[in-house]
């Protein structure tokens, strides 16, 4: 008998693919193949090209059990120190984000905490925010740095961001986030401390190849305008890609600016306008959008989904990780959010969190079943796509797989 030409062979599942034409892809009766840690087949059961045991050294039966993509988690502040339960409170007893902020709150308060902590305490509190989202179904996530705002504790960041990746076997970006707010030692020297991130912290981190792209807060309790193109001119010079947090709070211009650069994605994005919209479109730059923020903080303004539809422009979906604004640790109820909150249907939403958010990461290789893609898959408790939002919490996930081979997430 001949060698087998595939590892694994998984038969009688419903296969999700987001490639195609049919709404989401959908192969029912489906099988898939992996091989070396890439898909290798990806159709119906009853066209595969010989009995499935000639075909592949092993072959299992899933029983109609739904196939998706491995998500894909593009924004998240996953590693920090400490936690921000208190001012959670405090919203509840009045306060607005912004009043914390200026109070010496919010993002500062997780700088103090995450400055506070050794590498390896940072790694220890971060991991089971990790392999809750792993547990979730996540395969690749972007972690930013941005709790550290000088040389050292970005650094620390960013190298807890990539051991997370390396120990997991998750893909993790990481995103320089120097320009997250600016920290309290450099309070009246705003120029100072963009000088520095743009001349000293963001090169140095470049160069120990911590940093896959670059990110900013443009907003008025954040850096303006002119200070995050001066960031984003820098790192065009080292060659990075771009993104930003744009258009949160109010309208600061900043998808159309990120959209100037060629930027992978704008984020948040409720305050966005129809131009800024145009020129992402132009760009192909991903809308990002973020529920698990507009929730926690009581937001009214819905982003403009309708627009960015009528102007094709892509939309992911993200968790936003973070101990301020959106401590959130499922992927899969951020999609279900972004339906019921964003109006968005199941379809956009799961596209949202595979094929688009890849595309947001800068990542071709993943967010699709399809050959040669990365064999990055997750085995679902369900037969259909809109299960995976219409389910408030519980957990989904059979069995995700990484790189070809099926992983434990007790
Ligand atoms: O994406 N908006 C800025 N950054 C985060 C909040 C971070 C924090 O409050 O710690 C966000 O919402
Ligand atoms: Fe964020």
Same mark, same amino acid.
């Given at each position: ?11 009688? *599942? ?15 009766? =489906? *099988? ?10 990806v159709?119906r ?8 045991? +000639? ?5 299992d039966? !899933?029983?109609? &059990?739904?196939v $998706?993509p491995g ?7 996953l590693?920090?120190? =400490? ?8 919203r ?11 109070a010496? =709150? ?23 925010? &990790?392999?809750?989202l792993l547990?979730?179904?996540?395969? $690749? ?20 961001a990539?051991?997370? =990746? ?12 120097? !320009? ?14 963009? +000088? ?7 090169? $140095?981190?470049a ?38 947090h ?17 930027g ?19 760009a192909?730059?991903?809308a990002v959008?973020?529920?698990? &923020? ?6 009214t ?6 627009l960015?539809r ?5 939309? &992911? ?11 959130l ?9 972004g ?17 688009? *958010? ?19 898959l ?7 796509? *809109?299960?995976?939002?219409y ?10 797989w ?6 434990? $997430?007790d």
């Amino acid at each position: 008998m001949s060698t087998p030409r595939w590892d694994r062979l998984l038969m009688n *599942a419903t296969l999700a693919t987001f490639a195609g034409d049919a709404p989401c892809g959908l192969i029912e009766r =489906g *099988a898939i193949a992996i091989h070396r840690g890439r898909i290798a087949w990806v159709g119906r059961v009853d066209a595969l090209p010989a009995a499935p045991d +000639t075909l592949s050294a092993i072959v299992d039966s !899933l029983d109609g &059990a739904l196939v $998706t993509p491995g998500l894909v988690d593009c924004h998240t502040h996953l590693v920090f120190a =400490g936690d921000r339960a208190h001012e959670f409170d405090l919203r509840l007893n009045g306060a607005s984000y912004e009043d914390i902020a200026r109070a010496g =709150g919010g993002i500062i308060s997780s700088v103090t905490a995450t400055r506070g902590a050794s590498e390896e305490q940072l790694y220890a509190q971060s991991l089971p925010r &990790a392999l809750a989202l792993l547990a979730d179904g996540v395969t $690749t996530l972007e972690i930013k740095s941005g709790y550290g705002l000088n040389l050292d504790g970005e650094r620390r960041m960013l190298r807890v961001a990539r051991r997370l =990746g390396r120990e997991l076997g998750m893909t993790v970006r990481t995103s320089f986030l120097g !320009l997250h707010a600016l920290p309290p030692e450099y309070k009246d020297r705003r120029d100072d401390y963009v +000088t520095l991130v743009c001349d000293e912290i963001l090169p $140095t981190l470049a160069a120990e190849k911590l940093v896959d792209a670059v990110d900013a807060f443009c907003e008025s309790i954040g850096f303006s305008h002119a200070e995050t193109r001066r960031l984003f001119e820098r790192a065009k010079q080292l060659g990075l890609p771009v993104k930003l947090h744009a258009e949160q709070l109010s309208d600061l211009h900043g998808a159309a600016l990120v959209a100037e650069y060629g930027g992978l994605s704008a984020d948040h994005l409720e305050h966005l306008s129809e131009s800024g919209i145009v020129a992402m479109a132009a760009a192909g730059t991903v809308a990002v959008l973020l529920p698990g &923020a507009f929730y926690a903080l009581r937001e009214t303004k819905l982003p403009p989904v309708e627009l960015l539809r009528k102007h094709a422009v892509a939309m &992911a979906i993200a968790t936003d990780c973070n101990p301020g604004t959106s401590p959130l640790l499922s992927l899969r109820l951020a999609a279900g959010m972004g339906c019921t909150l964003f109006r968005l249907t199941p379809e956009e939403a799961l596209r949202g969190v595979t094929v688009n *958010a890849a595309r947001a990461l800068g990542l071709a290789d993943r967010g699709t079943l399809a050959v040669d893609q990365r064999a990055d898959l997750v085995v679902w408790n369900a037969r259909q796509p *809109a299960e995976l939002c219409y389910w408030i919490g519980g957990n989904l996930v059979r069995q995700v797989w990484l790189g070809g081979e099926p992983i434990s $997430t007790d």
